[in-house]
């Protein structure tokens, strides 16, 4: 079964960095209007984001970090591998992931997931 995955082609606005003056512009794809993939030094980032008021198709940092998820990427078609990857992630369950994927990340430091707040 195919899904149909959106993906909304965006800006989003990451900073202020070292000066309150500086920030950075990057274009990628948005998910849902919460989430966007952008590439960074030929790296896929997935970051949280929140809508710019009264601007179409801009985001603001959601400031909570971002994570690499593909690295090396460099002359991919960013979109297919952005649907490729959703469409894998959503066929595995949590523990697969967490044993299959996140364990295994190479140079991954110590993570507390805090998965006692599940109960």
Do not use: C
């Not at 512009?25 to 919460?34: A, H, S, T, W």
């Not at 469409?87 to 140079?107: C, P, R, S, Y």
Request: proline content about 3%; overall charge negative.
């Amino acid at each position: 079964m195919s899904v149909n995955i959106e993906l909304e082609l965006a800006s989003m606005v990451l900073g202020p960095w070292d000066n309150p003056h500086e920030y950075a512009l990057y274009e990628g794809y948005v998910l849902n209007e919460r989430h966007i993939f952008i590439m960074d030094e030929d790296s896929l980032w997935l970051r949280h984001v929140h809508k710019a008021p009264h601007l179409d198709h801009l985001y603001l940092d959601g400031g909570s970090g971002g994570m690499v998820i593909a690295s090396k990427v460099e002359g991919m078609d960013t979109r297919a591998l952005i649907k490729t990857i959703i469409t894998e992630l959503k066929q595995v369950n949590g523990l697969q992931f967490l044993l299959d994927i996140l364990l295994w990340t190479e140079d991954r430091g110590d993570l507390n997931l805090k998965l006692e707040t599940l109960r």
